[in-house]
């Protein structure tokens, strides 16, 4: 009996050891599964790291920048900008408006020496209320005669522009 209860002991023992040795090789599997993922993620996590390094240098950079700008005008040196900026877009159309204003004075001019000539014409040329169509029937005749305006009008008393609005109205002259 005694060799049987040693032989179920050493099966036990045999049994026992390579339930240890299968725990150790699944532990050993495991370990290295998991020190694969800790690789990848320590892998991942220096990736980061560098981003954020680089995007922390970035951020002071700009910082840096913007302090330099600000401090480089002041109020006034910005109000002195915009105010050259807007003088640099007027001037163009200041400069259009003038040469509009003096284009419409010179063509008031023009009008009002057209309107002067207009009524001193206006003045010459009266409507004679004492031609009658007697003398309108005298001086076409005299004209068809061959008689100048001049003598026209000394004959029948009369003016040189009446005598020529008779002719031009009888569409003679």
Do not use: C, W
Not at 43 to 48: G, I, K, P, Y
């Amino acid at each position: 009996m005694m060799n049987l209860a040693q032989f179920n002991i050493e099966y036990i023992v045999v049994a026992m050891a390579g339930i240890i040795l299968y725990l150790l090789y699944f532990v050993y599997a495991k370990d290295s599964q998991y020190s694969k993922n800790i690789r990848s993620v320590a892998s991942v996590v220096e990736d980061l790291n560098r981003e954020l390094f680089y995007l922390k240098k970035n951020l002071t950079e700009t910082q840096g920048s913007i302090k330099e700008n600000s401090q480089r005008m002041n109020d006034e040196q910005i109000y002195e900008e915009i105010e050259r900026s807007v003088y640099d877009m007027v001037q163009p159309l200041s400069l259009g408006l003038k040469q509009l204003q003096e284009n419409i004075n010179a063509i008031d001019v023009e009008i009002a020496n057209r309107m002067a000539a207009l009524e001193s014409g206006v003045k010459q040329i009266s409507i004679p209320t004492s031609v009658h169509g007697n003398d309108d029937e005298k001086i076409l005749s005299l004209f068809k005669q061959g008689v100048s305006v001049e003598t026209i009008s000394k004959e029948l008393h009369i003016s040189q522009p009446e005598v020529e609005f008779v002719l031009k109205i009888n569409k003679i002259k």
